[in-house]
């Protein structure tokens, strides 16, 4: 069975501190991908990485970084020099093939405030 | 930049009504998928559609909900008889295969608030 699991549900800090949002991912596919999406208040879902299981570079995007980890099955994710325009609900998603259709299961998100 | 379109992006209803979301698909996709998310939870698979076929319903609920992708026009997700417990946020999401190439695009969602 494919599992996304993020054990924070909830992580509160002051701006400009750097926090890591956990997501550890359960599958049995050889191939498969690993998103982070970001959902601001307004409700939509913003793309932020996709990274495929052959690639375990970590990567860095300005303040965005992130940690594949594929031993552990996690890919962690990592801001830094956190702002208050952070603030969000942070969902880690895997793609695989279940039932023959490619489908995405989602974390049950991270609910990120950041306070001046 | 077509991206995904979805609408309406906020639609109410009163118990008993109909609602019906609709999809457009980014240019050159022919693979849709419907995700809803309940309040203060993560997106859950409802359906895959490609053009007139529906591929896979297994996250649909069995009564009062349907799907469709015509062969021209949008894919729209119909519920009849909405009660309060279908209120929701609904994402649509394309892609220009079937296979898991991690290629799949969201639209900004559609909220059904059921009075």
């Known amino acids: 069975a494919q599992k996304v699991t993020q054990a924070q549900t909830e992580i509160s800090v002051v701006e400009k501190e750097d926090v890591t949002l956990d997501c550890v991912y359960e599958?049995?596919?050889?191939?498969?991908?690993l998103f982070w999406y970001k959902q601001p208040p307004s409700g939509e879902l913003v793309f932020l990485i996709r990274r495929n299981s052959f690639d375990e570079q970590n990567e860095i995007s300005g303040r965005y970084s992130w940690n594949f980890q594929k031993s552990t099955s996690s890919f962690n994710f990592t801001i830094t020099a956190s702002q208050v325009v952070d603030s969000a609900v942070y969902f880690c998603?895997?793609?695989?093939?279940?039932?023959?259709?490619?489908?995405?299961?989602f974390g049950q998100g991270t609910r990120l405030t950041i306070n001046p | 930049n077509a991206g995904v379109m979805q609408n309406p992006r906020h639609l109410v209803r009163r118990r008993g009504q109909e609602a019906r979301l609709r999809c457009s698909p980014m240019k050159g996709h022919s693979h849709v998928y419907w995700y809803r998310q309940l309040p203060e939870e993560g997106l859950k698979f409802m359906v895959y559609l490609q053009k007139e076929n529906i591929i896979d319903e297994s996250g649909m609920p069995k009564e009062r909900f349907s799907a469709e992708f015509p062969k021209e026009g949008p894919s729209i997700l119909r519920i009849q008889q909405v009660v309060r417990g279908d209120s929701a946020a609904y994402f649509c999401a394309s892609s220009p295969t079937g296979e898991n190439t991690g290629e799949l695009f969201f639209g900004e969602g559609s909220r059904l608030t059921v009075l």
């Open positions: 998603a895997l793609s695989g093939i279940i039932q023959g259709a490619q489908k995405l299961v």
């Open positions: 599958t049995r596919d050889t191939t498969y991908y």
